[in-house]
């Protein structure tokens, strides 16, 4: 599976972004994703996950209200609808894919390349 994110960029505080990620390969359907984040001089943290349905999902409590993760297996792709931005959330975002039913695990196979967000004051 490879994995290609996009959407990232400049955004005021209170703002919103849609980033999203496209995935080639077999089984898409069948992948449990993944985003998480890496902030300058810290490390990579979870911040959403979806099951291969879509019918359950997860969020890191720093994004929970304001993010939302969704995915369309129809187009291999998968969404973070990221509102209420803060300048906290400034941050490279990586998707990610694992094969694994478990939307609580932290374990993924495949990743895809980051999407820098900025969120100014």
């Known amino acids: 599976v490879q994995l290609q994110a996009y959407g990232g960029g400049l955004v005021q505080a209170g703002g919103s972004l849609r980033l999203a990620c496209a995935a080639s390969?077999?089984?898409?359907?069948?992948?449990?994703l993944g985003w998480f984040r890496q902030a300058p001089g810290k490390e990579r943290e979870f911040v959403a996950a979806?099951?291969?349905?879509?019918?359950?999902?997860r969020y890191a409590d720093s994004v929970k209200g304001r993010f939302t993760i969704s995915r369309d297996n129809a187009k291999n792709t998968v969404y973070l609808q990221m509102n209420i931005l803060k300048p906290d959330d400034t941050a490279v975002y990586y998707c990610?894919?694992?094969?694994?039913?478990?939307?609580?695990?932290?374990?993924?196979?495949?990743w895809g390349q980051g999407t820098l967000v900025t969120v100014s004051s």
């Open positions: 979806i099951s291969w349905s879509g019918g359950g999902t």
């Open positions: 990610a894919a694992d094969s694994s039913s478990d939307i609580f695990s932290l374990r993924y196979a495949y």
């Open positions: 390969g077999r089984s898409f359907s069948r992948y449990v």
